[in-house]
């Protein structure tokens, strides 16, 4: 279980000539010893060609990007992309509960504020511009990336506080290779999960399925009643997802891929609420068809994808409505490698939505909406990189600002690769100037009553400066810092307000700036048979509403609700001789405000996970069994007003992996 | 020192026994218990999350932002408190939310009971000391039945009996013994016999009603607001003669539409969206202006001296209530809850 934080964007031999995957191949080709899977016996090389599904983060220089790879995500392998990151993240979540919505806060912004992609395509949904990250199954990604801070020149609209990206890549080489996982846990939870992958040369697939499914009922604090259960809150959820790469010729490949997943939720009431036995069932089919073409200096791409999102939401009080939206996106890039120092992309996207909400839209609503991006990267010195992009989007109706970003990265201290040194170290400053956009969702321009197809788009100006650290020492010890600080103001940030008639419109409201400091580390040690590894992240949050209109009723100067000041994660992991396993992980949050007015708080907890595992080899087969706890200091603590997290639980799962 | 400390102890101890002889024979606690204070104001914050009573002591102008917390184990109120009525030395507040009436203490403020079996509850009215009615919404958005009244014996907190009235009843007001109750989906209202618990008559009206006030004159002035139609009313008539109606009509704005009149009647209020109105008993026009040019969630006026409370419609934050003279001047502000619907005077 590896947590990488990614800073190398090393051009390489680009006789190559392809974007490189920043979690997976950069290691490989700056010839490090290729790291086990810790989950299989047989090492396997990382292949010499990795074509990147998702938007090269090779433009994106000055930035930090986070990625958990499949080694990571192991341990999350029946949970959700949400469980993942914030045990391994200082991000802010908000759950509505176990299993229930979990919205993502990114450097004090709001939900709608994060950009989530799946190999390259935006698949927020359409109304609302945001996701839930529970609807997320770990189980179908191969990497999950974080990129905090502006990126709309990147990942278009809504990456103003940072972006969330999956991609499901499979492998090449390899054959055949197949794992199983059942597990069972505390409130009634039990998953099943498969995954199957065939790699040969010229064709690489990846199939994965998962089914999980909890009774939620766990007891709740005392004061509401003795012996009172969490009513309302089971869940069902499912998830299969088929990733296909096909070689073609010289220098083509061609990439298809499905993701679809099912949820069927109880919505849990909050806590002295009334159980209105509110209940959601969320469908999404995601179809992604790619060529990829490589030629000499020039690569280019056409993809396209297909999004359909269904959510039905009805309790004792509100009769089902069901939203059905459904996404259309192609995009194209062009890049070309001037020359190995000098890389020039150009790209457009074009999207069509169509979208019925009942109790919403006035019947059916559809728009198409457009963009053309241009991305360059110079290396003018092997220690200085630059990075210049631009983007302009177009939205029926208005044009959201330009969105340029800049950024460098400058290796101040670099030991010589040619030197025979047991120590290498490197030290790199980092800078990156962004603007980014959000442009309205279609809920705020047709929710009727109250929508607005005039609503500006919220823009944000953000600048960021960092240091990061390397220090290996002869290829036992490896030790990566990294500390960021950033500021970010978002303008004309949206909020619904009731208006004439009592009707709620969404305006453009108000200005917040965000800034904070974000810090990690992360030691690694190996040994023989012996393996340890330490994290720890810290982020510092100061997001605040610097002016508004007359009609904003918020007060200025104060944190912004569910933003804490301070989060912090601890986390190690020990593996001995490819048997044992055992891992901590904590997380600590300082309190949170639950409104505008900054009077009522939810208080800072700290929650600590550990789990425990062991391999066995039986008949060609790897088998590990893993005991994880969650929760153990039994803390009562809630991430949103009121509604109930559960105390102390655990899992126990058992995998069977054949190769 | 050990010395000194029994020097010290022993007056103590023997101030102790005292105490203990004294209270000992001390009559039964509860007559004579902690009164509720006096010269204060109740506000009643809807809330989202958790609702909220404040207080609000006229005297020295400070403002206790949550009374039930507190005095409850810390376990807040829990969402949408919609109303609150106080019969003899209790409180009843509506849980709109979460489907039942908490009763607490007006001195200590905390729950000595529950009255469940409610859906939806909206608005309490109490008829003398032994009984009480709930008006209670029923269906689900958009397709709303017709709601219910429930009567609450107020000796054992229970529900001894069911009205079903038309849909989405709200306010309601008890005159010579007869129960007026609004409906505001339905052109209606419903008249209840308040001795027999029996539904009498239906009053027809111009829309869905929400407010209904008596003035000095006898007569009754209902609000008529409903969402999506283009006017809305407020109607007047004598509860003798109730299809003769004097209908004053003006645009829909669904802005809470607080209806009020002062302690001795011969001023009615109505905050709408462009602002706060005063009617005289014999109107037949809205004012050309409004006495205060703000649109209120919760209105309030004190009984005892005529000032107009005002609280503010915000939802993601504290609300702030806002003191007028009788003839419209701001006097001063304070911060309440979330959402501040209506005042109580004591």
Not at chain 1, 292 to 304: F, I, L
Request: with cysteine; aromatic share 10%.
């Amino acid at each position: 279980m590896q947590w990488f934080v990614c800073w190398m964007r090393r051009p390489g031999p680009l006789a190559l000539g392809l974007g490189l995957c920043c979690a997976c191949s950069a290691p490989a080709l700056a010839q490090q010893p290729t790291r086990p899977d810790t989950l299989t016996k047989q090492t396997h090389l990382l292949p010499t060609v990795e074509v990147a599904g998702s938007r090269p983060s090779r433009f994106a220089i000055g930035t930090r990007v986070l990625a958990l790879d499949s080694a990571a995500l192991s341990q999350f392998r029946s949970a959700t992309v949400a469980d993942a990151l914030a045990a391994r993240t200082p991000i802010y979540f908000k759950n509505y509960g176990a299993g229930q919505l979990a919205s993502v806060s990114i450097r004090g912004t709001s939900a709608r504020h994060t950009a989530v992609l799946w190999n390259g395509f935006n698949i927020n949904f359409s109304s609302l511009g945001e996701s839930d990250f529970s609807l997320f199954p770990v189980n179908a990604a191969t990497t999950v990336q974080l990129q905090p801070g502006p990126g709309s020149a990147l990942y278009g609209t809504g990456a103003v506080g940072g972006a969330v990206l999956l991609s499901g890549q499979p492998r090449f080489g390899g054959g055949l290779r197949a794992s199983l996982q059942a597990d069972a846990g505390s409130f009634g939870l039990a998953a099943g999960s498969a995954e199957l992958s065939y790699g040969t040369e010229r064709l690489a697939l990846r199939s994965s399925g998962l089914y999980r499914t909890a009774q939620n009922d766990f007891p709740l604090p005392e004061v509401y009643g003795a012996g009172l259960r969490q009513e309302n809150a089971a869940f069902t959820q499912w998830s299969f997802s088929q990733d296909a790469r096909l070689r073609l010729g010289q220098g083509g490949q061609l990439a298809l891929a499905a993701w679809l997943t099912g949820a069927d939720r109880q919505i849990q009431p909050s806590l002295g609420a009334a159980n209105r036995h509110g209940r959601e069932t969320d469908r999404s089919t995601r179809l992604l068809a790619e060529y990829r073409q490589v030629q000499g200096r020039y690569e280019g791409s056409v993809r396209a994808a297909w999004l359909l999102d269904q959510l039905v939401y009805g309790d004792d009080t509100l009769a089902p409505g069901a939203s059905d939206l459904q996404t259309s996106q192609a995009q194209t890039e062009h890049t070309l490698n001037i020359t190995p120092q000098l890389s020039l992309r150009l790209g457009a996207e074009v999207q069509h939505f169509v979208a019925t909400v009942e109790n919403g839209y006035d019947g059916r609503v559809s728009e198409n909406r457009y963009a053309a991006f241009g991305l360059l990267r110079y290396d003018p010195w092997p220690r200085l990189r630059l990075s210049a992009n631009v983007r302009q989007a177009f939205v029926p109706g208005q044009r959201p600002p330009l969105a340029p970003t800049l950024g460098a990265e400058w290796d101040v201290l670099l030991t010589d690769e040619a030197a025979p040194a047991a120590l290498r170290q490197r030290l790199s400053l980092k800078a990156n100037a962004a603007r980014s956009y959000r442009a309205p969702t279609l809920n705020e321009r047709y929710w009727n009553p109250g929508g607005r197809p005039d609503l500006l788009p919220e823009t944000g100006e953000g600048y960021e400066l960092g240091l990061q650290h390397e220090l290996k020492l002869a290829d036992r010890w490896q030790w990566r810092s990294e500390l960021t600080a950033y500021q970010q103001l978002v303008d004309n940030w949206v909020q619904w307000l009731p208006g004439r008639g009592g009707i709620y419109t969404p305006q453009n409201l108000r200005l917040v700036r965000t800034r904070g400091l974000e810090a990690s580390t992360a030691l690694d040690w190996q040994g023989r048979g012996y393996r340890a590894a330490a994290r720890a992240s810290y982020a510092y949050t100061l997001a605040q509403k610097q002016q508004g209109y007359a009609a904003d009723p918020d007060p200025v100067g104060s944190q912004l609700a569910y933003v804490p000041e301070h989060t912090a994660t601890l986390s190690t992991e020990h593996t001995w001789r490819e048997y044992w396993l055992l891992s901590a992980a904590s997380s600590l949050s300082s309190f949170r405000y639950t409104s505008a007015s900054a009077s009522e708080f939810l208080p800072g907890y700290f929650l600590l996970q550990a789990s425990a595992g062991r391999h066995f080899t039986v008949a060609g087969l790897r088998l590990t069994l893993l005991a994880q706890g969650f929760n153990l200091t039994n803390t009562r603590y809630q991430t949103y007003a009121a509604r109930a997290m559960p105390p102390r639980s655990a899992v126990l799962s058992l995998r069977l992996a054949w190769r | 020192m050990k010395k000194k400390l029994f020097v010290f102890l022993r007056p103590l101890t023997g101030l102790a026994a005292a105490a203990l002889l004294l209270t000992a024979c001390d009559p039964d606690k509860e007559n004579t218990g902690p009164s509720a204070p006096t010269n204060v104001v109740y506000v009643v914050n809807e809330g989202t999350t958790n609702a909220a009573v404040s207080l609000y002591n006229k005297a020295d102008k400070t403002v206790q932002r949550d009374l039930f917390a507190p005095a409850n184990s810390n376990v807040p109120l829990g969402p949408f408190l919609q109303n609150m009525a106080v019969v003899d030395d209790k409180g009843y507040l509506v849980m709109n939310g979460a489907d039942k009436v908490e009763v607490v203490q007006m001195h200590n403020f905390q729950r000595t009971a529950t009255i469940s079996g409610l859906q939806t509850p909206r608005y309490f009215t109490a008829n003398g000391s032994s009984k009480a009615y709930v008006t209670e919404w029923q269906g689900a958005y958009p397709n709303y039945r017709a709601g219910r009244v429930s009567v609450v014996d107020l000796g054992s907190n229970t529900i001894s009996k069911r009205i079903g009235v038309r849909v989405n009843p709200e306010q309601m007001l008890l005159l010579n013994n007869k129960l007026y109750v609004t409906n505001s989906y339905s052109d209606s209202l419903a008249v209840i016999n308040a001795g027999t618990d029996v539904l009498e008559s239906y009053i027809a009206l111009p829309s869905g009603s929400k407010g209904i006030v008596r003035d000095a004159a006898g007569n009754i002035w209902v609000l008529c607001s409903e969402y999506g139609d283009p006017q809305d009313y407020l109607v007047r008539f004598n509860p003798a003669t109730p299809t003769q109606q004097v209908r004053i009509a003006f645009d829909n704005d669904y802005q809470n539409g607080n209806l009020r009149t002062n302690e001795a009647g011969n001023k009615i209020y109505v905050s709408l969206g462009s602002g706060t109105y005063e009617l005289t008993p014999t109107a037949t026009a809205l004012p050309a202006t409004p006495l205060i040019r703000r649109n209120f969630y919760g209105l309030g006026i004190d009984p005892t001296d005529n000032t107009i409370y005002g609280g503010t419609a915000s939802f993601s934050g504290d609300a702030k209530v806002y003191r007028y003279t009788s003839t419209g001047a701001v006097i001063d502000s304070f911060r309440v809850g979330v959402a501040p619907n209506s005042f109580l005077f004591r």
